[in-house]
Every structure is written in C-alpha cells, then in structure tokens.
C-alpha cells in the first residue's frame, strides 16, 4: 500500500513563507516524477509545481519566481517552499507521485496525498 502524506500547511500572512512536505512510503520500487496541485474553493485543481526524477522542475506561471520545488530521492520526500505568499494561493495543497511498485510494473501509476490547507490571511 502507498501512502503519500502532506504537512506544513497553515495560516500564514500576505508575503509570508511557508514550506509544505510530502512524505511517500510503503512498498514503492521507483519514483519518477512529483509534483504539487492546488485547489481552491470553487475552482478545478491546478498545477503548481513538478520536478521529475532528475530534479528539472516546472511551475505554472503565477508562482514563478516565488515558490521553488525540490525533492530527496533516499528519504522519498518532495517539498514545496512558497514565498511572498499571496491571498490567492489560498488553497488545499496535494502532492502526488508516479511510480512503480515493483520492476514488472508496465507504466508508472500517479498517487495522491489527502491534501493540506494553506490560508493565505491578514
């Protein structure tokens, strides 16, 4: 069974700092690409950031410049460190992961977390 388990999230104020965590366990083989999405009330979830196995990295465009993305292959760890936090990046956070569970595996399977919620608020 694989887990993908979120923390760090939290009220923080407009131009603060936050760095959320994802933690994958149980029987994984590879992990290839990690990313996180976001949602915020009302609205579809998007993608914030991804970083493939080789760490190259991807945002969308409203966080560039403010949040970076980085992960650790050995502790199967994957974090987000957003700055100069803004009311719109209010939103519950999901990581998710593509990975295989063992070498017969045919295509890597995407996983999510359950998701944290970042509040953004004076």
């Known amino acids: 069974q694989v887990q993908l388990v979120e923390s760090g999230g939290g009220l923080v104020q407009p131009g603060g700092s936050l760095r959320l965590s994802c933690a994958a366990s149980?029987?994984?083989?590879?992990?290839?690409?990690m990313g996180w999405y976001r949602q915020a009330p009302g609205k579809e979830r998007e993608l914030v950031a991804t970083?493939?196995?080789?760490?190259?990295?991807n945002f969308a465009d409203s966080v560039k410049g403010r949040f970076t993305i980085s992960r650790d292959n050995a502790k199967k760890m994957v974090y987000l460190q957003m700055n100069s936090l803004k009311s719109e990046d209010t939103a519950v956070y999901y990581c998710n992961a593509d990975l295989k569970v063992n070498l017969y595996q045919h295509r890597p399977h995407t996983y999510w977390g359950q998701g944290t919620q970042v509040t953004v608020s004076s």
């Open positions: 970083i493939t196995s080789d760490s190259s990295t």
């Open positions: 149980g029987s994984i083989f590879s992990i290839y690409a």
